[in-house]
């Protein structure tokens, strides 16, 4: 018989559900808000009001281009966070209503342990490049940087991570610094392509273990920045490229460094990069160059499975379906947990 789940994504300002049979993606319906640009970051009041606009079209859409009926669903899967408490609680409510009016299991998912299983989305039954187990994975988004051990689809152990602020965070409050759009990152990645990314040299973190720190690199650009800028007022205007180039290599630089570090450490040649910042172009060169030189073998996200989506919500729904891994109707959502 068929396994048919439906998986939905609301954690955070993307409203999304997919459905996945027997392990191979049918539809992936993603509905991001700009609403959020004006404010130049996530607004969560907003976020969930716009979630509630867009869940039952998202949900209905998913369906009809998978071609499948929800009779036919053999189980809702739904993050259940970490995320805005208030954008959660939408997709957990339609989900587990869903669910249990169609008398079908529900399955919750943890938002960053899907992030790292979108390297298990299958678009074709012949999709076979995937990582083998043990592999490791840097989980590198607007709220996370981790290294993650992953041992098996629901055995995972973070070896690192963040102290402060995110990889995407800092890039992206120094991209508002720079009077730059929202969310920085995207603008910043394409910036850095024309820049110099040796021009200007921002400060390091020295941080024992696995772990990272970005706030000392943030506070470090912008002091930078003021300097030059009392020197010439159009600093930024003038060198824009350069300075999008050097925060991207010193960001890239710092994530491998610990990255490399613990796959040397721990003898895996097997590494992914998984979330949001993983769709930069500096650092899935910089993967490109470790596959060369230490002989990894890298598994780089398609550009949209690397930001939020249902697909890795319904895949990492399926491995936990196979398990019996079911979840009760009582469960709440939560806004912070670590895998
Ligand atoms: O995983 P994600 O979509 O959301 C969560 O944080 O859960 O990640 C969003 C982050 C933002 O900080 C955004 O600026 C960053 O990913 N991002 C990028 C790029 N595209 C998105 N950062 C660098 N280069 C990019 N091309």
């Not at 509630?52 to 209905?60: G, K, R």
């Not at 709220?143 to 629901?154: D, E, H, M, T």
């Not at 570090?261 to 470790?290: M, P, Q, T």
Request: net charge neutral; glycine share 8%.
């Amino acid at each position: 018989m068929d396994t048919i789940i439906l998986g939905i994504e609301s954690s955070c300002d993307d409203t999304s559900a997919a459905v996945i049979k027997n392990g191979v993606l049918l539809s992936n319906v993603v509905s991001s808000q700009a609403v959020h640009e004006a404010y130049g970051g996530v607004v969560p009041e907003l976020a969930s009001r716009a979630h509630q606009q867009n869940i039952v079209p998202v949900v209905h859409e998913a369906l009809k281009r998978a071609g499948v009926a929800k009779e036919q669903l053999s189980a809702v899967a739904f993050t259940r966070g970490p995320g805005l408490m208030g954008s959660l609680l939408v997709g957990v409510s339609f989900a587990k209503g869903f669910a249990r009016s169609l008398n079908i299991p529900m399955i919750d998912v943890n938002h960053l342990q899907a992030h790292v299983l979108a390297h298990f989305i299958k678009e074709s039954e012949e999709d076979n490049n995937q990582p083998k187990f043990p592999f490791l994975c840097l989980l590198v988004s607007g709220g996370n940087s981790q290294i993650i051990l992953v041992k098996a689809y629901n055995d995972m152990e973070v070896l690192g991570q963040t102290i402060d602020d995110a990889a995407g965070e800092a890039i992206d409050k120094c991209s508002k610094v720079m009077g730059l759009g929202y969310p920085g990152g995207p603008i910043i990645d394409k910036l850095a392509r024309q820049g110099n990314p040796n021009a200007f040299t921002f400060s390091k973190p020295h941080i024992p273990d696995y772990n990272y720190s970005f706030s000392g690199l943030k506070t470090s650009f912008l002091y930078s920045l003021r300097d030059w800028l009392k020197e010439d007022p159009d600093f930024i205007e003038h060198h824009k490229n350069d300075l999008a180039a050097s925060l991207e290599a010193t960001i890239v630089n710092i994530l491998m460094d610990k990255l490399r570090k613990a796959a040397k450490n721990l003898k895996i040649n097997e590494v992914a990069v998984a979330g949001g910042v993983s769709a930069n172009n500096g650092l899935r060169n910089s993967f490109r160059e470790h596959a060369g030189k230490y002989g990894w073998n890298i598994y780089i996200p398609k550009f949209s499975f690397t930001t939020d989506n249902a697909a890795m919500i319904a895949i990492t729904g399926y491995y936990k379906y196979l398990d019996n891994d079911f979840c009760t109707i009582d469960k709440p959502a939560y806004s912070r947990v670590t895998i």
